[in-house]
């Protein structure tokens, strides 16, 4: 049985995740052995799952339970910098346009 690339395309999803049945494997194992095209996009698709699932896996192991703590303090202590930094801004901001309004109220006068 000879498949058509463009069927064979559709089909690795289910080949590689070992969802299709054991007739559709073989066609298209023996596809893959004869078509350089569809071998390539198998190989591009396994890379691509194996990338995937070590982008789910990384964060559990990277971060332990006793760590969301520590990252919580951090993320609090950014928070109040940055809320310091914001209100320093404001009240510089204030003071100056104050200064401005009374140098330009005195001058009239």
Same mark, same amino acid.
């Given at each position: %049985? !000879?498949?058509?690339? $463009?069927?064979?395309? $559709? &089909?690795?999803?289910?080949?590689? $995740?070992?969802l299709a049945s *054991?007739? @559709?494997?073989?066609?298209?194992?023996?596809? &893959?052995?004869?078509? #350089?095209?569809?071998? %390539?996009?198998?190989?591009?698709?396994?890379? =691509? #799952?194996?990338?995937?699932?070590? =982008?789910? @896996?990384? *964060? !559990?192991?990277?971060?332990?339970?006793? $760590?969301? *703590? =520590?990252?919580?303090a951090r993320i609090?202590?950014?928070?109040? +910098? @940055? %809320?310091?930094g914001m209100m320093?801004?404001? #009240?510089? !901001?204030? /003071?100056? +346009?104050? =200064?401005? /309004? +009374?140098?330009?109220?005195?001058?009239?006068?």
């Amino acid at each position: %049985m !000879s498949l058509h690339c $463009d069927i064979v395309r $559709d &089909l690795i999803a289910l080949y590689h $995740d070992g969802l299709a049945s *054991p007739a @559709t494997k073989k066609a298209v194992a023996a596809h &893959l052995q004869h078509c #350089c095209k569809c071998r %390539m996009e198998y190989k591009q698709y396994r890379n =691509l #799952c194996t990338d995937i699932t070590q =982008l789910h @896996t990384a *964060p !559990s192991e990277q971060y332990t339970a006793g $760590d969301f *703590p =520590l990252l919580a303090a951090r993320i609090r202590k950014k928070r109040i +910098w @940055t %809320m310091a930094g914001m209100m320093t801004y404001v #009240c510089l !901001s204030c /003071f100056v +346009w104050i =200064l401005i /309004f +009374w140098k330009v109220w005195y001058q009239k006068k």
